[in-house]
């Protein structure tokens, strides 16, 4: 697990408020913390789409089983990454149980996608992710750089917890 998981753009800002694609999100994800992926290279239909330097981050999350494609074969590496694909990825990360049950005191509870309630109730229920303005969990924005650093970090203090700890 390493600090220094993400640097700024080439025109020297950092941009915190900036929408986080799903490439970008798998390059943090391997930087900051150990993903080991099964060694396989995959293939999906928007192959070209995937820039070089996040291929190898890509495939390692995919092949740890954090991060997959959609059932039209594509991966969609450019895309923003929602706030509920975001907890199922780090509930994956984390090997949390499912917590349907802890989703009830965000605002939009019956509107969240019943794929991603197990995953949003159990981050909620770590610590790990929390609501937005006026108590809801925002499952369909995208998530910023902020908050992703936000939550790496978290994941990284209670993996040094856990071994301060353990």
Do not use: C
């Not at 939550?151 to 209670?158: A, C, G, T």
Request: charged share 25%; net charge negative.
């Amino acid at each position: 697990m390493a600090k220094g998981f993400v640097v700024g753009y080439k025109d020297h800002t950092f941009k915190p408020n900036a929408a986080v694609t799903r490439a970008e999100f798998a390059v943090m994800l391997t930087r900051a913390l150990t993903v080991q992926g099964d060694g396989k290279q995959y293939a999906f239909k928007d192959d070209a789409d995937i820039a070089s330097w996040a291929k190898e981050a890509l495939e390692q999350a995919i092949g740890a089983g954090i991060l997959s494609g959609y059932t039209d074969g594509t991966l969609r590496p450019n895309s923003g990454l929602t706030r509920a694909e975001l907890a199922v990825m780090m509930a994956r990360v984390l090997k949390l149980e499912d917590q349907k049950d802890n989703v009830a005191n965000f605002t939009d509870q019956d509107k969240l996608p019943e794929w991603a309630k197990g995953a949003i109730g159990a981050v909620a229920a770590k610590g790990i992710m929390q609501g937005k303005e006026g108590g809801k969990f925002d499952f369909n924005a995208v998530a910023t750089r902020a908050e992703v650093i936000t939550i790496l970090l978290r994941i990284l203090e209670l993996d040094e917890n856990e071994e301060a700890n353990g």
